[in-house]
């Protein structure tokens, strides 16, 4: 029987079409915000494992910027949660890519840490609001 079965499958001779698969607008949004968590999540752990090479001179303002990024993650697991999507967790580290020993390595990973994380932001801006 699986012989016969085997043929007639083959002898059909065509592949089947794709099938579209349409996702859930609620689902995709969720998961943009959650990249965008991750990231803010990530953007705050940089910006500590980074402080520590930066002149003392650029010390407030880093810490100011990671205050920013503490709120933001904090603004976004309270609306995920006031929505019922439990918000995901940070890391306990992140790959930093190279080794971070000058001021100017830790600007420099700084720099990228916050275009990847804009990149995450205009994702999430990208999600119609609701009618």
Not at 113 to 120: K, P, Q, T
């Amino acid at each position: 029987m699986a012989l016969s079965l085997l043929v007639v499958l083959s002898a059909c001779g065509r592949t089947p079409a794709p099938v579209k698969q349409v996702q859930d607008p609620r689902v995709a949004a969720i998961n943009s915000i959650q990249n965008y968590l991750a990231g803010e999540h990530a953007a705050v752990w940089a910006y500590g494992r980074a402080a520590a090479l930066l002149p003392q001179n650029e010390l407030p303002g880093a810490i100011r910027i990671m205050k920013a990024h503490e709120r933001e993650r904090d603004q976004i697991s309270s609306t995920l949660r006031s929505d019922g999507v439990e918000p995901l967790g940070a890391l306990v580290a992140y790959d930093e890519g190279q080794s971070l020993t000058t001021a100017a390595q830790a600007r420099e990973f700084l720099l990228g840490v916050e275009g990847r994380l804009a990149a995450l932001a205009l994702a999430v801006k990208g999600i119609p609001s609701k009618p």
